[in-house]
């Protein structure tokens, strides 16, 4: 509630002592408070249609090459969306979802360095066997440990 009506309301109270005008004066009080009920709802509404952007933006993120199993994301027994959805404010789904792309971004590194581990493991064994089939080839007899 503002200064100003906070004033209104004192005024009234106490200049009016007639029972229509303390009757006026808790018809005003309860029209405010509902007023104020209706911008909170409003602001949970708020809230919610932020909260479905955020998963709209994570799932494409996930959908992003290489593509990332939603589950792969997920907290201790807890689903990424139901960790967004019971975001008490903003601020915390904001931090929840900076938490989920960053957990994002994560899983792609480590998947990009275990494939290029392994890319160049094959890259090795391919230029050996180039190596092995060049003249005068070599006889694994030859070899001192052929493995």
């Known amino acids: 509630m503002s200064e100003d009506e906070r004033d209104g309301f004192k005024v009234m109270i106490l200049k009016g ?3 229509d005008e303390f009757e006026s004066v808790i018809i005003l009080a309860q029209n405010l408070i509902q007023t104020k009920r209706d911008d909170e709802g409003k602001g949970d509404e708020i809230l919610q249609l932020e909260i479905q952007k955020a998963i709209q933006e994570i799932n494409s993120k996930l959908n992003q090459e290489p593509k990332i199993n939603g589950e792969e994301v997920d907290f201790d027994l807890v689903s990424w969306q139901n960790y967004l959805l019971d975001s008490a404010d903003f601020d915390q ?3 929840r979802k900076e938490e989920i792309l960053s957990n994002i971004k994560s899983i792609r590194r480590q998947r990009k360095e275990s ?4 890319q ?3 890259e090795a064994i391919q230029q050996i066997r180039e190596e092995l089939a060049k003249n005068p080839p070599i006889k694994n007899e030859e070899l001192t440990n052929p493995d």
Do not use: V
């Not at 494939?115 to 392994?118: E, M, P, R, T, W």
């Open 17 to 19: 002592f007639s029972e």
């Open 93 to 95: 789904l904001t931090s």
């Open 115 to 118: 494939k290029n581990l392994s």
């Open 120 to 122: 160049f493991r094959e």
